[in-house]
């Protein structure tokens, strides 16, 4: 049984979901998201979004939940927004931006420039003594968390010294080294 899947989704101000043939519409103030859906009945009533199953079905009973959660990531996103922040930690990582170029130097022969898709937002903090700091925002979760992702993969943290790029707030198993 489906915890997630039973609880209703509430819609707030400014916030518009419509729902045509198998495929769900959220527009808020932010942006616009679709998400195509199967196997599972979506309802707007009274201000709230109700997700529901045909069947106790294993596949339906997975659906229900998913489809719950993406639909509250969409309405969270288009009315509140979704952030990721990326931590540098290494003598020399660097991290600047123009525009939608995120341009970061993390120790390589050459500084790896990525071309960001319009929907992100991009900032980069650098003060003296601290770490760079990369800044994502957007309407769309899935966007942010994979942008952040493949940022993350081009230096994952190592266990030993713990440089490389980190999420914010991220705990690293951190391993001893050599003893003496």
Known sequence: MSRIGNS??????????????NEIVVKGKLGELTQDFSAVDIKV???????ERPSDSKPHKAKHGLYRALINNMINGVSKGWTKE???????????????KLDLALGFS?????????????ETTSEKGKNPIVKLTSHDKQL????????RSFRKPEPYKGKGIKFVG???RRKAGKSA
């Open 110 to 122: 050459h500084n790896i420039v990525l071309d960001l898709a319009p929907e992100i937002k991009v």
């Open 8 to 21: 209703p989704i509430v819609i707030p101000e400014g916030v518009t979901v419509d729902i045509k043939d």
């Open 86 to 100: 990326l931590e540098l930690v290494g003598v020399g990582y660097r991290a600047s931006n123009q525009g939608q």
């Open 45 to 51: 009533e009274e201000g709230k979004v109700v997700v």
């Open 144 to 151: 942010v968390g994979q942008i952040a992702a493949k940022i």
């Open 170 to 172: 991220e705990q690293l």
